[in-house]
């Protein structure tokens, strides 16, 4: 199999520093390809900098919600000094968290507009970060109409009613290991609608460890092979087809070669 972790966070503290290690038993696993995400300009600065250190990874770069309070013209300049770099494959990640309340609504809102600018500018994909703002989210996507070149919605955890909305709209959906909880069935019925041309995998590590290897509190790519299984089963569909289709899918979706 030939599989791409198309949302990780590789340069977090609990991967940075044995990268080498986790790369190996990733491509052991047959993971083979990462997309390693900035969630602020420090760390959208440091995937950029380990992309260059490994064939078949890939930066996005972005701003989470969570920062939206720190955010000055000087960052958002240098995100896009960022995004130029030729490794550079999506924006993100960005989005709407109202969950938390580390920064106002009106701050993320201005924030995720400002990064799909820049991605309209660039050509570039958006990486969208969802947590208690569907509706919220969908309204800022649609002010853009057609032009942000593709958009995924990463770590998926919305409805099945969610879900068709987002397809219909043409986005993408990315699931993680929480498909393989016990306790996630609507997303799993979630899941069931979404066709393999729209759907790709994620570790969204060092989080969420998927199922049977929970106990494992630092997740990494190697794991997701656990998630492309239970998702291939969930769908009734050959692991090594499914495989294929997910990854032509994620590629398609970063423009990988």
């Given at each position: 199999?030939?599989?791409?972790?198309?949302?990780?966070?590789?340069?977090?503290?609990?991967?940075?520093?044995?990268?080498?290690?986790?790369?190996?038993?990733?491509?052991?696993?047959?993971?083979?390809?990462?997309?390693?995400?900035?969630?602020?300009?420090?760390?959208?600065?440091?995937?950029?900098?380990?992309?260059?250190?490994?064939?078949?990874?890939?930066?996005?770069?972005?701003?989470?919600?969570?920062?939206?309070?720190?955010?000055?013209?000087?960052?958002?300049?240098?995100?896009?000094?960022?995004?130029?770099?030729?490794?550079?494959?999506?924006?993100?990640?960005?989005?709407?968290?109202?969950?938390?309340?580390?920064?106002?609504?009106?701050?993320?809102?201005?924030?995720f507009v400002q990064q799909l600018q820049i991605a309209r500018e660039l050509n570039l994909s958006v990486i969208v970060h969802c947590r208690e703002a569907f509706e919220e989210t969908m309204a800022i996507l649609e002010q853009f109409g057609s032009g942000v070149k593709k958009v995924v919605f990463h770590c998926f955890s919305g409805s099945v009613e969610e879900a068709k909305v987002v397809l219909e709209r043409g986005f993408y959906i990315s699931f993680t290991?929480?498909?393989?909880?016990?306790?996630?069935?609507?997303?799993?019925?979630?899941?069931?609608?979404?066709?393999?041309?729209?759907?790709?995998?994620?570790?969204?590590?060092?989080?969420?460890?998927?199922?049977?290897?929970?106990?494992?509190?630092?997740?990494?790519?190697?794991?997701?092979?656990?998630?492309?299984?239970?998702?291939?089963?969930?769908?009734?569909?050959?692991?090594?087809?499914?495989?294929?289709?997910?990854?032509?899918?994620?590629?398609?979706?970063?423009?990988?070669?």
């Open positions: 199999m030939e599989l791409i972790d198309t949302h990780c966070h590789l340069t977090f503290e609990q991967l940075a520093g044995d990268a080498e290690a986790v790369i190996e038993r990733s491509i052991a696993a047959d993971v083979t390809g990462w997309i390693t995400v900035g969630t602020d300009i420090k760390q959208s600065q440091k995937t950029i900098e380990l992309v260059n250190r490994f064939k078949n990874m890939y930066a996005a770069v972005g701003i989470h919600p969570h920062y939206a309070k720190d955010v000055t013209g000087q960052s958002i300049a240098e995100l896009k000094e960022f995004a130029q770099n030729e490794k550079v494959v999506a924006i993100g990640e960005t989005g709407l968290d109202f969950h938390y309340d580390f920064s106002e609504p009106r701050e993320q809102e201005r924030l290991g929480v498909v393989t909880f016990k306790n996630a069935e609507s997303l799993r019925q979630a899941a069931k609608v979404v066709p393999l041309e729209r759907l790709m995998v994620e570790t969204d590590c060092p989080y969420m460890s998927p199922e049977p290897m929970r106990k494992q509190k630092v997740n990494e790519p190697a794991l997701m092979a656990h998630t492309v299984r239970a998702l291939a089963e969930l769908k009734g569909v050959d692991l090594d087809n499914f495989a294929r289709a997910i990854t032509a899918t994620s590629k398609e979706f970063f423009g990988l070669p």
